[in-house]
Nanobody, 125 residues
Framework: QVQLVESGGGLVQPGGSLKLSCAAS????????TAWFRQAPGKEREAVSF????????YYTDSVKGRFTISRDNAKNMVYLQMNSLEYEDTAVYYC??????????????????WGQGTQVTVSS
């Protein structure tokens, strides 16, 4: 059974940093694309970053380029999102997602097969 569990969210001041973690179980991460999405109150879920192992070049939405970094540790079956220089607009619930090998992934939530339960990130002074 595929399961994704996020952790690492919390309250941080503007300009601060957080590192989100996503523990994957029930499958081997190696050939699965992985993503981080976020959803703020009243807004649609948006793709923050994703990486397709067959491509290797990560995608970042424009608003986080240069501030966020997605990474994976296949040996540990973990996915991470390092978030630096956090801004008020980064406040949202962050979700980890994955897609089966061979699936053409993109920024639409429906491109992704499995989701975690989410972790809250709040940027506030």
């Amino acid at each position: 059974q595929v399961q994704l569990v996020e952790s690492g969210g919390g309250l941080v001041q503007p300009g601060g940093s957080l590192k989100l973690s996503c523990a994957a179980s029930g499958f081997t991460l190696d050939y699965y694309s992985t993503a981080w999405f976020r959803q703020a109150p009243g807004k649609e879920r948006e793709a923050v970053s994703f990486i397709n192992p067959s491509d290797g070049t990560p995608y970042y939405t424009d608003s986080v380029k240069g501030r966020f970094t997605i990474s994976r540790d296949n040996a540990k079956n973990m996915v991470y999102l390092q978030m630096n220089s956090l801004e008020y607009e980064d406040t949202a619930v962050y979700y980890c997602a994955t897609a089966r090998p061979g699936i053409r992934v993109g920024v639409r939530p429906r491109d992704w097969d499995y989701w975690g339960q989410g972790t809250q990130v709040t940027v506030s002074s």
